[in-house]
């Protein structure tokens, strides 16, 4: 399926892939999908193609030109961005919800909307898409604005450009430049580290290959520079750009209190750990797809990285154990074994069979009816299925 998929997409290249809410969500299963089955996982954002997110079209549409685009609103009277009440409060009738292709024609609907009645909007998300353009942009521009979203509720704001990560270059800093400038500048290497931990952060982290939401000072409203206008604005930014000591200061603390992880021992999670694979890596991936599955358990053990070895081995595993060594086969078994019943109360990165058995019992118990009682019924029964095949002999 996999291999399919990634044909297809291919196909197409270079393109432009969008999606709704994509980049936090579909984008990290794909780059997953490839990932595991021995594929580049960067497919969409490399050899000249570009992703951006129709989300993050929408809220700058409605943030910019209320008159083209209005966002859905919750019974608090809060502005909604979910794709079905956002097609019907601009007057798209959307297909049955959460079925791909109505999904799919509905977000180029509302894409085709903003396209037309606000083609500056759709123009500068274009260009956005492009890693090289977002990073001119940001560099290049005394003060702009960045969307953000936070616990579902988003704001624009105000920020200038104070620096980089010193390891990752698609990670520059930006200062908020509503915050407290003097208070920030008065404050020690550990308060500054505090400060940049807490809410409301006065750093914002923007991505270059990540199609952030951008625009110019002079396409905001009054509302979004309030309480300033564009040319105090600018005088703050060219003020705190000149102090080179507090910038250096505030971007060591920005990228201090950055979270880290410890390496993870589970192949699924080391996708971003270890960077790209070697050069001979990827020309072996190909080279493995390619090849008759005879003759892949001897590829596999050429991997350099050990993380391909590992998935050349897992794929080899699922779909031609016989290829494999009887050690190495019960060894995959019991490992598979002891993931998918791993009990209730020890902590995995995954979800056990014990632990949807848990949740199926408390829907039921919780009174569902109808379809829903139907369809959690069925998959409990499918559960139990799955527990005895996995069960220790």
């Not at 952030?212 to 705190?240: C, G, K, N, Q, S």
């Not at 005879?294 to 350099?304: D, I, T, V």
């Not at 009887?326 to 056990?352: H, I």
């Not at 039921?364 to 139907?374: F, N, P, V, W």
Request: with cysteine; charged share 25%.
């Amino acid at each position: 399926m996999v291999a399919e998929v990634r044909r297809v997409l291919e196909s197409w290249c270079p393109a432009l892939f969008l999606g709704f809410n994509s980049l936090s969500f579909d984008e990290e299963f794909l780059r997953q999908a490839f990932y595991q089955c021995l594929y580049g996982p960067y497919l969409t954002n490399t050899q000249r193609s570009a992703r951006a997110d129709v989300l993050n079209l929408c809220r700058v549409t409605a943030a910019l030109r209320p008159d083209v685009l209005n966002p859905a609103t919750s019974e608090e009277n809060r502005p909604i961005f979910k794709l079905r009440p956002l097609a019907e409060a601009n007057d798209i009738a959307p297909h049955r919800s959460h079925e791909a292709m109505a999904d799919v024609m509905t977000t180029l609907s509302l894409c085709q909307l903003i396209k037309l009645r606000a083609p500056e909007v759709w123009s500068q998300f274009l260009r956005f898409s492009q890693k090289a353009s977002v990073e001119s942009f940001i560099t290049e521009e005394e003060a702009f604005l960045v969307s953000e979203t936070s616990s579902n509720h988003h704001r624009a704001r105000v920020v200038t450009r104070i620096g980089r990560h010193t390891e990752q270059s698609i990670r520059h800093y930006c200062l908020d430049l509503m915050a407290d400038i003097a208070a920030l500048q008065e404050m020690t290497e550990v308060e500054l580290i505090a400060a940049c931990k807490g809410a409301p952060r006065p750093v914002v982290t923007v991505r270059t290959n990540a199609a952030p939401t951008l625009w110019a000072l002079y396409d905001a409203t009054p509302e979004h520079l309030a309480p300033f206008d564009e040319a105090e604005v600018l005088e703050m930014a060219a003020r705190i750009r000149g102090d080179k000591p507090f910038l250096e200061r505030l971007c060591s603390a920005a990228q201090a209190a950055e979270p880290t992880y410890a390496p993870s021992p589970h192949v699924e999670e080391q996708l971003y750990e270890r960077g790209f694979p070697p050069p001979q890596d990827e020309s072996l991936m190909r080279h493995f797809h390619s090849a008759p599955w005879e003759e892949r358990p001897a590829l596999a053990q050429q991997f350099e990285d050990e993380r391909y070895r590992r998935l050349a081995n897992r794929l080899i595993y699922f779909e031609r154990p016989d290829l494999l060594d009887d050690t190495f086969c019960r060894a995959a078994a019991k490992e598979l074994q002891k993931r998918l019943l791993a009990p209730t109360e020890v902590q995995t990165p995954w979800r056990s069979i014990p632990v949807a058995q848990c949740e199926v019992e408390k829907l039921i118990a919780s009174g569902i009816e109808g379809d829903s009682l139907i369809g959690q019924l069925e998959y409990a029964a499918y559960l139990v299925e799955r527990a005895e095949v996995f069960a220790p002999a």
